[in-house]
């Protein structure tokens, strides 16, 4: 059940690009919005971490690694938060790529370290699917390869878990601002 909440958590992040798609904020608001929140789960982490804030969301929702370290939700909103920081073109699919592309990966990918290739694909398409609004069709591809291999390939530094919530945003923007800078439209 955890699981599931974890996913919905993820999916209700489409708040934030919706509200600029529907002209609710402008982009340069949803950035504030964004690092206010960023700012706001910084705090709540490190009195997590430090102090040992122990809400209920927390055992539900934090995963085993992340009791100890930064929780998935930061890099979350980090990631939100970079992805803001290029155009609406870039910014909007990097997000979207995470808040449906990741949750639509673990879940078919059944929580185990290695996804099996329908959730790899199913990850590759919703992201291409989100992009091709937005971006020439070769580079809303690369993005999505880009989204698709984070969330497919699980880092760690030192031992330390760098969740896809980070890498997927973070990697599919700048792969998608190089692209079009520099492939032929």
């Known amino acids: 059940m955890a699981e599931i909440g974890r996913r919905l958590v993820h999916v209700s992040g489409t708040a934030a690009p919706a509200s600029y798609l529907l ?6 608001q949803l ?17 997590r971490l430090q102090i040992g804030l ?11 690694y992340e009791r100890d370290n930064v ?15 290029f155009s609406p073109a870039i910014g909007v699919p990097a997000m979207l790529m995470l808040t449906l592309g990741d949750p639509i990966g673990g ?22 699917l989100v992009a091709l609004p937005f971006l020439p069709p070769g580079v809303a591809v690369l993005g999505a390869a880009v989204a698709t291999a984070a969330d497919g390939y699980q880092l760690s530094i ?28």
């Open 107 to 128: 879940y078919l990918g059944g929580g185990g370290r290695r996804k099996p290739p329908v959730a790899i694909a199913a990850v590759f398409a919703v992201c291409l």
């Open 158 to 185: 030192s031992g330390y878990v760098i969740d896809d919530n980070l890498t997927i945003p973070i990697g599919a923007a700048l792969a998608m601002f190089v692209a079009a800078a520099y492939l032929p439209v």
């Open 23 to 28: 002209g609710v904020l402008t982009w340069t």
């Open 54 to 64: 122990d809400w209920w969301i927390y055992e539900k929702l934090t995963r085993e």
């Open 31 to 47: 950035g504030w919005a964004l690092r206010f929140g960023l700012l706001l789960t910084l705090v709540l982490e490190a009195i």
């Open 71 to 85: 929780a998935g939700y930061a890099l979350y909103m980090i990631g939100m938060v970079v992805a803001s920081a």
